[in-house]
């Protein structure tokens, strides 16, 4: 009786071994990056460009068609949204990525002034990953 | 009675063992693997950001007769994301001669390095620098945004192992 009893414990230990092995080694095993140093490079070039290409200008004018164009080449799991203020502190514009909710993973800001009119304006662009991508 | 115990209880250990062995030394490989992975993406964002950002050292390297150790840097840009067609097309015209020294300059040098300019929607192709990766390899793709000749461009750039 002894004896089964040990082999019995025995049994037990090593299904709970090979479960747990199972479990560890089938699980969705996916590097860290550093994603969030690639989502901040990235929301610099699409602010830079449309900065450059006069399309934050032409939205503080109240075409926001050239930010909507821009916002369609962010990859498809990075959501963007670019808001402009001015010296006062009224928000002017936003415009957001289409498709994309709340808040996600990696949330990166970046801010920076802008002259349009010789008036001063702040640009507030805000990037995240969508909630459904695990990494 | 104790014979048959003993070598019941030593040959469940010896297995235990052997597995333990086993899948801790594959657990190994995918640790490092993915610790490998993580370094190249790393690097990758780096050379992207030098190649976007920065017009390298000698600013104006792309007028010299030979990119050799001379050129500390590489970098195509003017100001931030602006391209200079210039470098670029010097950087086309020095693939086959230039690619190690740049990818090394780049920081990237044990890695394969692929640079694409195109218009936004990918279908015209402007200028094309280094290599393609092969379907087997682990790649890492960026896409970057830039300005050239006063027009967005889509820089995608490829490093792999």
């Known amino acids: 009786m002894k004896a089964f009893l040990i082999t019995l414990d025995a049994f037990v230990a090593i299904i709970l071994l090979f479960s747990a092995a199972f479990l560890m080694y089938s699980s969705s095993f996916q590097p860290y990056a550093p994603r969030g140093v690639y989502l901040k490079q990235f929301t610099n070039d699409m602010v830079t460009v449309m900065e450059k290409n006069g399309d934050l200008g032409s939205a503080i ?8 164009y821009m916002m369609g080449f962010t990859p498809q799991l990075v959501c963007m949204q670019v808001s402009i203020t ?36 702040t640009v507030k662009a805000e990037a995240w990953y969508k909630k459904e991508q695990v990494t | 009675m104790w014979s048959t115990d003993f070598a019941a209880a030593l040959t469940l250990l010896t297995f235990i063992l052997m597995f333990t062995v086993l899948f801790w030394d594959n657990l190994a490989l995918r640790w490092n693997s993915a610790a490998n992975y993580r370094t190249m993406q790393t690097d990758a964002f780096f050379a992207g950001e030098a190649l976007m950002t920065s017009p390298g050292d000698p600013p104006s390297w792309e007028m010299l007769p030979h990119v050799d150790e001379n050129v500390s840097s590489i970098g195509i840009a003017n100001g931030r994301n602006e391209l200079n067609a210039y470098k670029l097309q010097r950087l086309v015209a020095e693939n086959s001669t230039s690619y190690y020294l740049v990818r090394a300059r780049l920081g990237v040098q044990r890695y394969g390095l692929g640079v694409r ?45």
């Not at chain 1, 004018?61 to 909507?68: C, P």
């Not at chain 2, 094309?128 to 087997?136: R, S």
């Not at chain 2, 890492?140 to 792999?160: A, D, Q, Y």
């Open chain 1, 86 to 121: 001015d010296s006062a502190g009224n928000r002017s514009v936003t415009v957001a990525k289409d498709e994309c909710g709340e808040y996600g993973r990696e949330l990166q800001v970046i801010g920076r002034s802008l002259v349009y009119s010789g008036q001063l304006y």
């Open chain 1, 61 to 68: 004018a109240g075409n926001t068609s050239g930010m909507h």
């Open chain 2, 117 to 161: 300019i195109t218009d936004l929607d990918g279908d015209t192709l402007y200028y094309e620098f280094g290599e393609q990766p092969g379907p087997e390899v682990s790649v890492v793709v960026l896409k970057r945004l830039g300005m050239l000749n006063g027009t967005p461009v889509s820089v995608e750039i490829k490093v792999w192992k």
